[in-house]
């Protein structure tokens, strides 16, 4: 593969190449059927096969896959474009000389199959816009005066995480992938702090971020966010979690780059998912100016102290 250089944002014209959505993500993890009790109890529509477990929001969109594997890790990304794309990322990551490689076993299919620089599988394929088309503003949090506010406990029921907002990874080199991510992918850097973390929008209006990197030593999976309808659904998965047993995790609490309200939930492989409410959204017509943050922003506004386990990357110590 030709080396990449930093980040350079692309160029901002119309009919501007660039994925719109991630597709899917699959992982591989030493006991995948670990996978259905814990997203299950989080909120997602969690099917066993046996040799995988895939997981679905209620609309019935299929957003990940958990396949059997040696170690923990990210198996691939699919990531989503138009139609029309297709053949222009074809001639755009030949033109850059980056290898097209053949689906790995087990996942045939007609999109076009690349390696990032961390050396994980990346899937260009056409299908649906799953980031939204707009922000979806949250419904109102009072009610008028002379009556109750609150649901009853009873009352309040099992939340489900709407969709996939967005996937954060370590790696050794930010300044790398964010280069990679914007030439190859046409992904567009958000914000970010240095070269410890950095968050990167899709151009066809995204949530603030669809992918970030937090530098560690070595490539790893630090969490899946799931986006919630309300707050309170943020704060009642949290304690829905605790009350199956998934007590680790960090929050509630509120980000500075993004802007959305969090709990992250450990799962079985020290990794996290994040509830996450009401994200920055950057629309398509938008020239969002990324800015360089100091590393006190990078973290969050408020909340809990981080417990030292957030940054612990599982994958690192694997070997
Ligand atoms: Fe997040």
């Not at 690349?114 to 599988?121: E, S, T, Y």
């Not at 050794?172 to 992938?177: F, T």
């Not at 680790?248 to 996450?276: A, I, K, T």
Request: glycine content about 10%; some cysteine; charged content about 20%.
């Amino acid at each position: 593969m030709t080396a990449i250089g930093g980040y350079q944002a692309p160029e901002s014209e119309p009919g501007r190449l660039g994925v719109h959505s991630i597709g899917e993500f699959v992982l591989s993890v030493p006991a995948p059927e670990r996978a259905a009790d814990f997203y299950g109890a989080f909120g997602l529509t969690v099917a066993d096969a046996g040799d995988q477990v895939s997981l679905s929001t209620a609309d019935g969109y299929r957003w990940g896959r958990v396949v059997g594997g040696r170690r923990k890790a990210l198996h691939h990304i699919a990531f989503h474009c138009f139609e029309e794309d297709l053949p222009r990322f074809k001639a755009h990551l030949e033109g850059m000389d980056i290898r097209l490689l053949a689906p790995p076993a087990g996942f045939d299919s007609n999109g076009l199959w690349l390696m990032d620089p961390d050396g994980l599988a990346i899937e260009i394929r056409v299908g649906p816009k799953t980031s939204p088309d707009g922000k979806a503003l949250p419904a109102a949090l009072d009610a008028e005066a002379g009556a109750r506010c609150a649901p009853y406990r009873r009352d309040a029921g099992r939340v489900r995480p709407r969709r996939l907002s967005h996937i954060l990874r370590f790696t050794p080199d930010v300044e790398r992938m964010l280069g990679f991510y914007a030439r190859a992918l046409g992904l567009r850097l958000s914000d970010r702090s240095g070269t410890n973390i950095a968050f990167m929008h899709a151009i066809h209006g995204s949530d603030h971020h669809v992918v970030a990197f937090a530098r560690s030593e070595a490539p790893g999976l630090h969490h899946l966010s799931w986006d919630m309808p309300s707050l309170d659904s943020v704060g009642l998965g949290a304690i829905a979690m605790a009350d199956r047993g998934w007590k680790m995790g960090w929050g509630l609490g509120r980000h500075v780059l993004g802007s959305n309200y969090f709990h992250y939930v450990r799962d079985p492989w020290d990794s996290f998912s994040e509830y996450s409410f009401n994200i920055d959204y950057i629309p398509a017509a938008t020239d969002w100016e990324p800015a360089d943050h100091p590393g006190e922003d990078s973290f969050y506004l408020w909340g809990p102290e981080m417990p030292p386990e957030f940054i612990f990357n599982a994958e690192a110590a694997q070997g």
